[in-house]
């Protein structure tokens, strides 16, 4: 099969030729149809992760795609598959062959894209998660969202909205209303999260849930101290069961 591979940190990916994986227990082989590539690939490839294969490996996350060989799926299955330590700590899903371990896929219905069952489930979960898991989002709360555009923030709004909140995207517009927010789903970090953090409300709570704009947050721990907001951050390797 073909497959993309990492040869160190940093490096370039390579695409080479390896042997086909062979059936074993607890494990499936699918055969990609398609595989995203996310943020946390290229974490994991600069070596900054917590986590991380031994190399070379092959990166990615998450992929969709049909059985080709399983104790516990019947072949020619549409299938999704994520997490379980895909891309993290063994190999990923940027190859023709996947062999996954059978808790990493989920069925895939015929009637639903191969490209959008790749790439669904860390955006919406991670959106679910924030909001109804980690922050306890209550019907009416103020809600700003950083990042709105992209796949988790987009979900976070429209989830947010189907509760019951009220929902911004904007910071700026945050701050001319003069009305501070109950919570903020950061999604972005850096700056972006620097600025938006001034409009939470005393007691309110910031979940932080990326760092695309830079992961470090200065702060001014009197002030902090004193606003007395939650940080919490999203962890969906803690959390994949609850996502799931």
Not at 68 to 91: F, H, K
Not at 114 to 132: D, E, K, N, Q, R
Not at 193 to 222: D, F, H, K, S
């Amino acid at each position: 099969m073909k497959a993309v591979r990492i040869p160190g940190f940093g490096a370039a990916p390579m695409l080479e030729q390896l042997a086909d994986p062979q059936p074993r227990a607890g494990r499936t082989i699918v055969r990609m149809a398609a595989a995203t590539v996310g943020h946390i690939d290229r974490t994991v490839w600069s070596g900054a992760f917590l986590r991380h294969p031994p190399l070379p490996y092959i990166p990615g996350v998450e992929a969709a795609g049909t059985v080709v060989a399983s104790e516990s799926y019947r072949a020619g299955q549409r299938v999704w598959l994520r997490g379980s330590g895909l891309g993290t700590t063994e190999n990923g899903t940027w190859c023709e062959l996947i062999d996954a371990p059978d808790e990493a896929l989920g069925l895939l219905p015929d009637t639903i894209d191969m490209a959008l069952g790749a790439a669904f489930f860390s955006p919406c979960t991670s959106a679910w998660i924030v909001l109804h898991e980690v922050a306890k989002l209550q019907r009416g709360e103020r809600v700003l969202v950083t990042g709105a555009t992209g796949a988790v923030g987009a979900m976070t709004v429209q989830l947010a909205r189907e509760a019951g909140a009220i929902v911004l995207t904007r910071a700026e517009e945050a701050a001319q209303q003069q009305q501070p927010f109950d919570l903020l789903v950061d999604t972005v970090g850096g700056p972006v999260l620097e600025a938006a953090l001034p409009c939470v409300a005393p007691g309110g709570r910031a979940v932080l849930v990326g760092y695309t704009a830079g992961n470090m947050l200065p702060l001014n721990i009197a002030h902090f101290l004193q606003r007395d907001v939650a940080l919490l951050p999203l962890n969906m390797f803690r959390r994949e069961a609850a996502g799931r």
